[in-house]
């Protein structure tokens, strides 16, 4: 199965929710989606297209949006798929119906970035510590880290 | 009864190490859970302040055992968001080390298991041998552990023949022990049979849930990055993927050896057909903004990076996913049904970077509520006494 195929395909079922699909280099597809078409998607890449693997979430930081890339891959290809969500309203559906292995990367997402990922089997804290502040996301480009001032016991007040 | 195991909070290791609460009934593990974090070291957050060249020794610093892989990975992803192309001989001296470091990681994993499951001789015999490759590796980077043989455009310290004499040789050694291994684990009844059927993860329970490395490769699923998206030189070099079907800890190992077998091959490769010319081309100060995935098959299984440039000289971001997260959800799958006694021989089984460590547990009675902590040792011995009588297979066939 080439890229040229998968393009071909994904454009013929899911017809205009593609709103934009690339092919940088070999074995690498980018796909858009918007973020309502998400799980479906995500059904027609597992379904029909054989890409049961999910290697990743990955999210970054636009400034004014989130995105959100979802990397796929089978044993000929590396299928990565796009949506982007606003910063003031963070919602993204739970894929992990779909795909049980995407629990812990949606985890990360919702400490990481507060996105709120809807419908998630398992929202509890992942990474960061017990005691780490409400409100804060660290991998968000506003987020600078301040070393506490040090106190020292006994020391001078 | 529920119970927890820190893993060392400090350990180099791991860039993910793990707290896990285990619900048992009686001495059957119902229910697992995960808590991730006691060493975050937020090293995607920090790549974003440093500059390329900086961030080629910060990720090889992720990993204390894979650390080629990391920076492997790292860049060969921005020599294509520099859109240059590192020339032959570099390529082949950087997958040489990657092999190197595979058969490393591989043995001292085969050590682990040995050790865990009660059969410390194989476990100094192949961590003796160990030795070969880390001096090997030494003789190459100057290093044992970050061998800092990467650069962006090539790598940074060239071969000459009594070093490629030298790899020979020693690979001579290492091949005829390796051999000697294989024949001792077929002759060996009793570390079969404590392998044999631990750990079990269907094929489709792999998939599902998104396993990686030898831990999927052994539920028979025939993935590997190498040689389903080539990277450097892996298109060349001829090799076979190693995959087992019995679903458990056995397989792991047997997929293991096969891949020692095979990287012993590809390194012999790699020597006789190492071409002349030089080994790094200049790279550019500033990439344009692009994103790149770049994928390599670490030893522990498919390491992912997403870096995403904006024209200056930091990255705009750097996404890492190590083999072992990608492991943890079909970790809590296998431990579901399994015995206490298993847990270590389980979790090894993943090859979690975690080798020396010594590894508390607290073991909560469900019933009770009463907390008890046990060190892993102790857990070791319960492991051992459990199957010290059971019974031994005489002639099993080790699946090779």
Same mark, same amino acid.
């Given at each position: ?66 995105? /959100? &890339? *979802? ?13 982007? !969500?606003?910063?003031?309203? %963070? #919602? ?10 995407? /629990? &812990? *990367? ?13 419908? !998630?089997?398992?929202?509890? %804290? #992942? ?11 660290? &991998? ?18 | ?400």
């Amino acid at each position: 199965m080439n890229d040229q195929i998968l393009i071909e395909k994904a454009k013929e079922s899911l017809k205009d929710k593609v709103l934009e699909i690339t092919n940088p280099a070999p074995r690498r597809l980018f796909m858009k989606v918007a973020v309502g078409n998400l799980l479906e998607a995500v059904n027609w890449l597992k379904k029909e297209m054989g890409f049961s693997h999910l290697s990743t979430i990955s999210g970054v930081d636009l400034g004014q949006s989130f995105e /959100i &890339l *979802y990397h796929f891959a089978n044993n000929f290809c590396s299928f990565t798929l796009r949506t982007e !969500i606003s910063r003031e309203n %963070p #919602l993204l559906p739970s894929i992990c119906a779909l795909i049980p292995g995407a /629990i &812990l *990367y949606e985890r990360e997402l919702q400490e990481m970035f507060g996105i709120t990922v809807q419908n !998630i089997p398992d929202p509890r %804290p #992942l990474l960061l510590p017990d005691n780490w502040p409400a409100g804060n996301y660290p &991998l968000r480009k506003d987020w600078k880290y301040e070393r506490p001032a040090e106190v020292i016991p006994g020391g001078k007040k | 009864m529920n119970f927890q195991i820190p893993i060392g909070p400090q350990h180099p290791a791991l860039k993910e190490p793990i707290g896990l609460r285990v619900v048992v009934e009686g001495e059957i593990i119902r229910d697992a859970d995960l808590r991730l974090g006691y060493n975050h070291r937020g090293i995607e957050k920090l790549a974003e302040s440093k500059t390329w060249i900086q961030n080629i020794y910060l990720e090889e610093r992720i990993c204390g055992i894979c650390s080629h892989s990391h920076t492997t990975c790292y860049v060969q992803g921005v020599e294509k968001l520099m859109e240059i192309q590192p020339p032959k001989r570099g390529l082949y001296i950087r997958t040489l080390v990657a092999e190197l470091e595979r058969i490393h990681s591989h043995l001292l994993w085969l050590g682990v298991a040995g050790h865990e499951a009660g059969f410390d001789s194989f476990f100094m015999y192949v961590w003796r041998d160990r030795e070969i490759v880390m001096d090997i590796l030494e003789t190459i980077s100057g290093n044992r552990v970050h061998y800092a043989n990467n650069t962006i455009g090539g790598v940074r310290r060239d071969l000459d023949e009594l070093q490629v004499k030298h790899i020979l040789d020693s690979l001579e050694i290492l091949r005829k022990r390796s051999e000697f291994y294989k024949n001792l684990g077929t002759k060996e009844p009793s570390f079969v049979a404590r392998l044999a059927g631990v750990g079990y993860l269907s094929k489709e329970d792999a998939i599902t849930l998104c396993a990686v490395g030898p831990t999927l490769r052994a539920s028979g699923v025939p993935m590997d990055v190498r040689k389903d998206d080539p990277y450097a030189v892996y298109d060349e070099v001829p090799f076979e993927v190693c995959t087992a079907d019995t679903c458990d800890v056995l397989g792991r190992t047997v997929v293991r050896i096969k891949e020692i077998l095979e990287s012993y091959n590809i390194i012999e490769f790699l020597l006789k057909n190492l071409p002349a010319g030089p080994i790094a081309v200049r790279a550019p100060r500033r990439p344009k903004p692009n994103e790149v995935i770049s994928r390599y098959e670490a030893p522990r299984g498919e390491l992912i990076y997403y870096i995403k440039s904006n024209g200056t000289e930091k990255p705009e971001r750097i996404k890492v996913r190590a083999p072992t997260l990608g492991n943890y959800a079909a970790t809590i799958k296998m431990l579901k049904k399994g015995f206490i006694a298993d847990v270590p021989l389980i979790f090894a089984a993943i090859d979690p970077c975690i080798a020396c460590a010594e590894r508390a547990v607290a073991i909560v009675d469900a019933r009770t509520g009463q907390e008890k902590v046990v060190p892993m040792n102790i857990l070791r011995q319960s492991s051992q006494k459990k199957s010290a009588n059971k019974e031994r297979k005489r002639e099993v066939e080790w699946p090779l």
